[in-house]
């Protein structure tokens, strides 16, 4: 004989309503709602009988509704490439801060199979009343449309001519600490494999050039066309390796790129540091594991995230606050994949 199954407590359980908890405490539904809205209207006894029927009933307000009643949704939407691990570690401290502040976040994410405007369009659907957008790909006009719907804040980009806030590194500056410090150690064959086209990419790129130059290195400039990902990078060491000449030192776009690399050329005898030196940018949490160790420039992905989540919510909170741009100091860790020139 099989045995019956109470599905019961199976089924996703009913939400309580305000008029059940009105009935509950003997008292309107406007009453009620009057008491969750911390509004005046109810005397202290009354108050404590509605409180003390709605914990009985289980009742949870409508945090959404109460907001959206007041014209405020104090949603923050936040666009993130899932797959960019230093973008995940922004997203932590984004949560607590914004916790702090009283904002709920609500993420979207872009990618390969998902379009950005749409990710971005879907956050502004759904109410929220401020952005933060980590290294949009998006075309700064449409930046701008998206800035006159709703206090928007970009990590890693500037736009100018817009009321949209932007928090970046300063990525020149990381660039030219890791060419000074290669040429410090003897290299003058150093190829960029760079980011593509962004303009996070497009920046590095630029001042990897600008640095050889100042370095009197400008006939050495090598630049190879990659992505920030490991297989862009192990594509572009592939290609580095059919060369009859191997430079001394590589700088990766960033540590994603960096491990790629690292991949093909250990796989191929190559021997890092010593036949071939090694510079990520991010700092990455797998950079610092012994087994990797990379050289690296560390972006402050805590502060980028605490700025960006100030910035928004001070414009929110204040119409008349001033849009913020600030640029984060990055700083070079050195570690184990760089050293020493091989001999010419």
Do not use: W
Request: glycine share 8%; with cysteine; net charge negative.
């Amino acid at each position: 004989m099989q045995k019956s199954i109470d599905t019961s407590e199976l089924s996703p359980r009913r939400r309580t309503t305000m008029a059940e908890v009105a009935e509950r405490a003997g008292v309107s539904r406007t009453l009620v709602s009057l008491i969750f809205s911390d509004k005046p209207g109810a005397s202290d006894e009354t108050r404590q009988r509605v409180l003390r029927a709605a914990d009985e009933l289980n009742y949870q307000p409508d945090r959404a509704a109460q907001l959206l009643a007041r014209g405020r949704s104090r949603t923050l939407g936040v666009l993130t490439d899932v797959k960019q691990t230093f973008q995940a570690e922004m997203i932590g401290t984004v949560y607590d801060a914004a916790e702090e502040a009283g904002y709920d976040v609500l993420l979207s994410a872009s990618g390969p199979t998902r379009d950005e405007r749409k990710a971005i369009e879907a956050l502004l659907s759904h109410r929220c009343e401020g952005l933060i957008l980590f290294n949009p790909m998006s075309d700064s006009d449409y930046l701008r449309s998206v800035g006159s719907r709703a206090a928007l804040t970009i990590v890693g980009r500037k736009v100018s001519d817009a009321e949209v806030g932007t928090v970046r590194s300063a990525d020149g500056k990381g660039i030219r600490q890791s060419v000074d410090h290669l040429v410090a150690l003897g290299h003058r064959e150093i190829v960029h494999v760079d980011g593509g086209e962004h303009s996070v990419s497009i920046d590095r790129r630029n001042a990897y050039i600008e640095s050889m130059r100042a370095h009197g290195l400008g006939d050495h400039v090598r630049v190879v066309a990659g992505a920030h990902d490991e297989s862009a990078g192990a594509a572009a060491a592939s290609y580095i390796l059919e060369d009859s000449s191997l430079p001394t030192a590589i700088m990766a776009g960033n540590d994603r790129s960096a491990l790629g690399i690292m991949d093909v050329l250990t796989k191929a005898g190559v021997s890092i540091p010593g036949d071939i030196s090694i510079v990520g940018y991010d700092d990455a949490p797998l950079s610092s594991l012994s087994r990797i160790d990379l050289t690296t420039v560390r972006q402050d992905s805590a502060e980028l995230a605490r700025k960006a989540l100030e910035f928004t919510v001070t414009r929110l909170d204040d119409a008349d606050a001033e849009v913020g741009d600030s640029v984060i100091e990055p700083e070079l860790i050195v570690r184990g994949t760089t050293g020493p020139a091989r001999p010419s």
